[in-house]
């Protein structure tokens, strides 16, 4: 059974930083993707980044692009968010979910047929 938890929300200022972790269980890197999305109030939710089993990066909203970096820890099988110079518009739940894929495949887009988190809440204020 695979369980993921993601903790680290918080509420910053404009221009802070956050690490969000996932900690997953019952899943494994070689698995397939794990990734992190988001939802904010009013909107749907969209992708954020994604990680596949060979470890390519891909970062689905341009907005992220150069201060959010995904990573992982294969050992500890955790998954990581970091996020810096936040702003307003990042406001939002935070999830962390896994999808098995074949190996190597690239990672699907969203809706993921896989697990989700429960989600952290990120709410920047100005």
């Known amino acids: 059974q695979v369980h993921l938890m993601e903790s680290g929300g918080d509420s910053v200022q404009v221009g802070g930083s956050l690490k969000l972790t996932c900690t997953v269980s019952?899943?494994?890197?070689?698995?397939?993707?794990m990734g992190w999305f988001r939802q904010a109030p009013g909107k749907e939710r969209e992708g954020v980044a994604s990680i596949n089993s060979l470890r390519w990066k891909t970062y689905a909203t341009d907005s992220v692009k150069g201060r959010f970096t995904i990573s992982q820890d294969e050992i500890k099988n955790i998954l990581y968010l970091q996020m810096n110079n936040l702003t307003p518009e990042d406001t939002a739940i935070y999830y962390c979910?896994?999808?098995?894929?074949?190996?190597?495949?690239?990672?699907?887009?969203?809706?993921?047929?896989?697990?989700w988190g429960q989600g952290t809440q990120v709410t920047v204020s100005s």
């Open positions: 979910a896994a999808v098995r894929t074949s190996s190597g495949a690239a990672c699907p887009r969203d809706p993921w047929s896989g697990d």
């Open positions: 019952g899943f494994t890197a070689q698995a397939g993707c």
